[in-house]
């Protein structure tokens, strides 16, 4: 029961991930702002042609950040925590500026050129 509990716990303290299922044309993905929800700072891009999924996370001042969602120590796809991305095979952490806080991983994530405007995101693959 208690580990129950706990796994309760930690699930009831996440924020719902906001996935978005996007088109790729020319390269490109358009993320309209409006797929930010309020209360929930990133945008999960999923496309069956990408091999990971991408994070597009939104900080203050109308600034944009994209991270391939691809652990850098060997290839593994990387979870979303509260606080940035966790890798589950060996335990590499990154923040939520693509940082790695927590080796085995020593390079920092994938961060795609964005083209924003009043309306959208372009990401630049
Ligand atoms: S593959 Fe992610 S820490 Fe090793």
Do not use: R, W
Not at 1 to 8: A, Q
Not at 25 to 42: A, D, L, R, T, W
Not at 46 to 58: Q, V
């Amino acid at each position: 029961m208690i580990g129950v509990s706990i796994i309760m716990n930690s699930l009831e303290s996440c924020s719902p991930l906001n996935y978005y299922e996007s088109s790729i044309e020319q390269g490109k993905i358009i993320v309209p702002i409006s797929k930010f929800i309020e209360g929930n700072n990133m945008v999960l891009i999923k496309n069956e042609k990408l091999e990971y999924d991408i994070a597009l996370i939104s900080y203050p001042n109308q600034q944009f950040k994209a991270f391939e969602l691809k652990c850098t120590h060997q290839a593994n796809s990387l979870v979303v925590t509260k606080t940035g991305f966790y890798c589950n095979l060996h335990g590499s952490s990154y923040n939520l500026n693509g940082k790695v806080i927590n080796n085995p991983a020593t390079t920092n994530l994938k961060e795609y050129i964005l083209t924003t405007n009043s309306e959208s995101i372009t990401i630049n693959l």
